[in-house]
């Protein structure tokens, strides 16, 4: 029974490339999120949705674009992928929005850009 | 604006010896904060959050709001232990809350 999951675990692909990582959490919560771990393991937010809405949209290029079809799946598009991008990119959920401290996490998804 | 640090990028003890992982946090408002822990190759999980004041997996940590600090401890480390450590602050942004995370302390217990 995974909680939160996402697809694919790792994505290795070439420069210039767009790609889409899936996220779904069977939890009921009403709140998801996109985190990005750099090299140095240094973990960010950068979007976060709260029934289909966005609520948090940090300081990221606007080459990432969030999309969330229905409240229990956040998907992750990146256009034009550069060698920065490479990271791994974690899918979190919580049940709400202002309960938003404990959050379950997805596995990673471990995105090479060459 | 909120900010976590931890000060210790990588921590290694003796296992049995006593651990702790400091943070230090900054926000204007009411904090509440986390522990996250991940071990190696695994998801990001919640350990401990200061509102419950539990003991996880023999691991506390108290909130110090005069120090403004949230050091995670242990009193006798074991090898399975060792994982990377993260800080959190959940504070307002807006309407939602959201987390901020410390830069993460590995914790090496040697044998």
């Known amino acids: 029974d995974t909680a939160v999951s996402q697809t694919p675990k790792y994505l290795v692909t070439q420069m210039g490339n767009d790609k889409s990582i899936k996220c779904e959490q069977n939890l009921g919560h009403d709140t998801m999120y996109w985190y990005k771990q750099d090299s140095k393991k240094f973990l960010k937010i950068m979007f976060s949705y709260n029934n289909k809405e966005l609520i948090i949209n940090e300081t990221v290029p606007n080459r990432f674009s969030p999309k969330s079809p229905d409240k229990a799946h956040l998907n992750l598009h990146i256009n034009s992928l550069e060698l920065g991008d490479s990271a791994v990119y974690f899918c979190?959920?919580?049940?709400?929005?202002?309960?938003?401290?404990?959050?379950?996490f997805g596995p990673g998804t471990r995105l090479t850009v060459t | 604006a909120q900010r976590v640090t931890q000060p210790e990028k990588l921590l290694s003890v003796f296992k049995g010896a006593p651990v702790e992982l400091k943070c230090n946090y900054s926000y204007s408002g009411s904090p509440e904060l986390f522990w996250y822990v991940q071990y190696s190759r695994q998801r990001l999980q919640l350990l401990l959050r200061?509102?419950s004041r539990e003991s996880i997996k023999g691991f506390t940590a108290d909130l110090n709001k005069g120090e403004t600090s949230f050091h995670l401890k242990k009193p006798f480390a074991q090898e399975e232990d060792s994982a990377m450590y993260y800080c959190a602050l959940s504070g307002l942004s807006g309407s939602a809350r959201q987390l901020t995370f410390g830069s993460g302390t590995q914790l090496t217990v040697l044998p």
């Open positions: 979190a959920s919580s049940q709400t929005s202002r309960g938003g401290g404990e959050q379950y």
């Open positions: 200061h509102i």
